[in-house]
């Protein structure tokens, strides 16, 4: 059993991911070896202490020196799922279960809220792993939603499985040109269906026919990623010290309300980071 | 009147100042031009996030380029009062009194509580500014508590005035040579007099008869600062924005408590800074 899990590879989890590593906890980090996507595209930081008038790219490759030669590991899995199992946490990541005494959320802003119908269908038709649950959609007619060019290796894989896969994205270079995949300019209202997903309803009316919906986004909104977590709109409601309302459960960053500053995220880490220290040396002590 | 005034120059303070510069502000800044002695002197910073074990007299030094490439201006003065107006609040920085709408402490962690006697004959033989209040001692016999080298110079100026100095420090190399000044190897246990300070009692019980006390430390004790702010031990009590229980009044950095950390810290002022701004928009829409 690790002794934390950190969902999120911004600012916030590179911070406390650091102390974890000097306190030498048995750690699993879950994120992109690219770490972060909105501090690689800031295009300069002007008030981030100690490093004057840098690049958002420059910074993230600081990030990604450090962590090397601290020597982190990253494990670059989209965590779908935690579900607190009493002396811990159970943690989907990909098409694995990973056991953890705690968890830190620094899972940025996610803030699309899900489209109507995803919260109702998944499992039931919605997935957000292609890699996970591909294969139950062999030969079928699918749609999938996929917000960052980083995913489109998972629409790849999903349309050599799928009959047909109808493609929304929110961005517009895309590079995937394969004959079964149906690129849509609209946007997906919602998803329907009563048991499972039958079909999908986009922005101008149209309606079509899908056995399935994939959803790939950066992260799943906290709700639906950890049921019971309490929000306050898209922002997970913390204590000072970081804590959520369920026991173990920490979160830091962007995920837990503005400002959205870069320092602000290294802060939180970094006060998350030890109240978790603190927890599990509480824990210690009760073994 | 200034729009803010921020009281310290540690990690804290330098992160408010940044954000208040970018948003063109007018405030007034208190503290050291060297910045911070915490930092200057921590020997190996291995978790801040973008400069890989970095040492504190490194990390300090980039502090102050940054702020002299910012053309930030500070005001080397201590913070011995401060005082609500109703519209802001009015601070006493050396002989000078400044006005603004809003204010940061960014104090560090002030570890004395005080000596017993000290809150209660403030003012009354017991000073925390040499400049200020030296004349007053002319020609008679003070005590000197004196926390830390960069105040020798007040100490030096107190004994061209006083007729006899008794010095007390809390660290070992002074460079004090002067005839009237007597060092004592004791620490200050209480000041002592009714209603204006008559004598000091030692740690062996030693009792001295003198007409003033100067104390001279990095930071007043916030509860002596601000009447009326709410603490809890040394720390002074904020919630998630750094609001303290007095409205316009922030706090960021170690006086707000554990972890002291320099991440903490610069996280803490960006969220200072940006709750202040919030505030001040808020102020501008009522006027």
Not at 37 to 50: D, Q, R, W
Not at 86 to 95: H, K
Request: glycine share 10%; with cysteine.
């Amino acid at each position: 059993m690790y002794d934390a899990a950190i969902v999120g590879t911004g600012p916030a989890g590179i911070s406390a991911a650091l102390n974890f590593k000097l306190h030498k906890k048995n750690i699993i980090w879950f994120g992109s070896k690219e770490l972060s996507t909105k501090v690689e595209k800031s295009e300069k930081i002007a008030n981030y202490p100690g490093l004057s008038m840098i690049s958002g790219s420059e910074l993230n490759a600081r990030f990604v020196k450090q962590i090397e030669e601290m020597d982190i590991e990253l494990t670059e899995k989209l965590v779908t799922g935690i579900t607190p199992t009493g002396n811990g946490f159970m943690v989907l990541g990909g098409n694995d279960i990973y056991e953890t005494k705690t968890i830190l959320l620094a899972l940025g802003v996610v803030s699309a809220k899900g489209f109507p119908g995803e919260k109702k269908l998944l499992g039931h038709g919605v997935s957000y792993c292609a890699s996970c649950d591909g294969f139950l959609y062999k030969d079928k007619k699918i749609a999938v939603f996929c917000a960052d060019k980083r995913f489109e290796h998972e629409v790849e894989f999903l349309a050599e499985l799928a009959e047909k896969v109808c493609l929304f994205t929110t961005y517009k270079d895309i590079e995937i040109n394969i004959p079964n995949v149906m690129h849509f300019n609209q946007s997906i209202k919602e998803i329907c269906g009563q048991d499972s997903v039958n079909k999908i309803i986009l922005s101008d009316g149209t309606e079509i026919s899908v056995e399935g919906v994939f959803v790939l986004r950066n992260a799943v909104a906290p709700s639906i990623l950890l049921k019971g977590l309490k929000t306050d709109g898209p922002h997970i409601v913390v204590n000072k010290n970081m804590e959520t309302n369920i026991k173990g459960c920490y979160a830091a960053g962007d995920c837990t309300g503005r400002p959205y500053q870069l320092t602000k995220s290294t802060g939180e880490g970094n006060i998350a980071a030890h109240s978790m220290l603190e927890y599990l040396s509480e824990l210690g002590k009760q073994a």
